[in-house]
């Protein structure tokens, strides 16, 4: 059975200030998903990540995937309060259709001015 | 291209009851995954169909239930609601052939009294 654990689950940062989340996952995997979520709102698909080694940056968020060490990143740079929001991770078993991801807790942001 | 759209946006039903959401996908998207999101599970895949046959399934019980038709537009079903059944129900398309990335839809807040 395939787990996705995210950590922190809890994050609170000043503005201009960098961070990491960390999504390990158990099984392998060669497809991973960074996901944000508003409050009451539906998840908006930030990066998707196909194989060992990638890297994806849009504007101050920054993913990479390691599928040998079966971890991904999603690093903040220089956090403003509009990046407040869940951020949840998500995973596919190599070798599957796209469609059935297993998903993390997910971390809630909160940058602070 | 116009989005994933779900109906109906909000629901209240009454424990016993049952309850049929919709789910229409981007034109041209023949894969249709439906997950259920509550604070206490995350977000837990339910199940994804493919040219209106069922090609993954999560672990519910068989009171969940979809199908999908000619048009790709899908619905599912929960039959005998529970309290806990009391969610967010999110649809996601994908082209389920190239690429990966799956589009949410804004989701089917489903609250069971």
């Known amino acids: 059975e395939l787990k996705v654990e995210q950590n922190p689950l809890f994050l609170s940062m000043q503005e201009g200030k960098n961070y990491t989340i960390y999504c390990n996952y158990s099984?392998?995997?060669?497809?991973l998903y960074w996901y944000r979520q508003d409050p009451g709102k539906s998840l908006e698909s930030l990066f998707v990540?196909?194989?060992?080694?990638a890297v994806k940056q849009e504007g101050r968020l920054m993913a990479s995937l390691d599928t040998k060490a079966r971890l991904s990143t999603l690093h903040i740079t220089a956090a403003v309060h509009d990046l407040s929001a869940t951020y949840f991770c998500?995973?596919?078993?190599?070798?599957?259709?796209?469609?059935?991801?297993?998903f993390g807790d997910g971390t809630t942001l909160t940058v602070k001015p | 291209k116009a989005g994933v759209t779900q109906t109906p946006r909000y629901l209240i039903k009454t424990r016993g009851q049952q309850v049929t959401l919709s789910c229409s996908p981007i034109?041209?998207?023949?894969?249709v995954s439906w997950y259920q999101q509550t604070p206490g599970q995350g977000l837990q895949f339910l199940f994804e169909?493919?040219?209106?046959?069922?090609?993954n399934k999560g672990n519910f019980p068989g009171r969940f239930s979809g199908r999908q038709f000619s048009n790709s537009r899908s619905e599912m079903n929960v039959s005998t609601l529970e309290l806990g059944d009391s969610a967010l129900y999110l649809c996601?398309?994908?082209?389920?052939?190239?690429?990966?990335?799956?589009?949410f839809g804004p989701g089917t807040r489903l609250t069971v009294t």
């Open positions: 996601a398309s994908s082209s389920g052939t190239s690429g990966y990335e799956q589009y």
């Open positions: 099984t392998t995997s060669d497809r």
């Open positions: 990540l196909l194989s060992n080694g």
């Open positions: 998500a995973v596919d078993m190599l070798n599957t259709n796209a469609g059935k991801s297993t």
């Open positions: 034109s041209g998207h023949r894969s």
């Open positions: 169909y493919f040219s209106e046959t069922q090609r």
